[in-house]
């Protein structure tokens, strides 16, 4: 198995810019959470997925930020406009999703903002 | 909200001596799951305990869930310079699949 898998490992932009971030998780798992770490704020969580159906957004900082999962095997995390402040390591991890379960990290996207 | 928090925030130890990290809830957790991030790395698990005064040993380490079930410790012992990192525990918000994790315990050995 290859684990979850995130791109890209790392992005640089610009301040305005639309940032993407892409998420595999792995194949048989049901749920998916996005987490933002920070030095700040330590790892927060933003959104989590279950059956691709978006749970719960309220760590979603504000209306800059949409998380889609159109489909089993596939998430986004999109930024736009990007800001500076939204610069941190961005996590998807994927469970089981039958709760108390077991979380796989990918391993992250630096983002960092200009 | 259910808030989770860890002490010490940082711990700086000579490679042999010993380590523990705690863990605390505001609220009584149905279990608590303990990862271990590597510096530039990602959170991998470590063990999930269930039962209240439950203690598992992963060879040094050793974890704890307190009789309340609203704490819990990570002890090393003799710690060794691959032991570096970033200690979380997490617990579940009831009723749903989220884990909030704690502000975690950065563990340096000094070889």
């Known amino acids: 198995d290859a684990g979850v898998i995130q791109s890209p490992r790392h992005e640089v932009t610009e301040m305005g810019q639309e940032v993407t971030l892409r998420c595999k998780p792995i194949s048989g798992h049901n749920s998916l959470f996005w987490y933002r770490q920070t030095m700040m704020r330590g790892l927060e969580l933003l959104i989590y997925?279950?059956?691709?159906?978006?749970?719960?957004d309220s760590g979603m900082p504000e209306d800059r930020f949409s998380a889609k999962m159109p489909n089993a095997s596939f998430s986004t995390l999109k930024i736009q406009p990007s800001e500076p402040r939204d610069s941190a390591v961005y996590f998807c991890?994927?469970?089981?999703?039958?709760?108390?379960?077991?979380?796989?990290f990918g391993a992250g996207t630096r983002l960092s903002v200009l | 909200g259910q808030q989770v928090m860890q002490i010490p925030q940082y711990q700086h130890v000579q490679e042999g001596e010993d380590f523990t990290t705690y863990c605390n809830s505001s609220?009584?957790?149905?279990?608590i799951q303990w990862y271990k991030q590597r510096p530039g790395g990602h959170p991998v698990f470590l063990i999930q305990?269930?039962?209240?005064?439950e203690v598992k040993k992963q060879k040094r380490l050793t974890f704890q869930f307190g009789e309340a079930k609203k704490n819990s410790s990570l002890h090393i012992t003799a710690t060794q310079t691959t032991d570096v990192g970033t200690y979380f525990c997490?617990?579940?918000?009831?009723?749903?699949?989220?884990?909030?994790f704690g502000t975690g315990t950065r563990l340096k050995v000094l070889a």
């Open positions: 991890a994927s469970s089981l999703g039958r709760g108390s379960d077991i979380q796989y």
């Open positions: 997925f279950n059956n691709n159906v978006p749970i719960d």
């Open positions: 305990l269930v039962k209240s005064g």
């Open positions: 997490a617990g579940p918000q009831s009723g749903t699949y989220k884990y909030i």
């Open positions: 609220t009584t957790l149905s279990n």
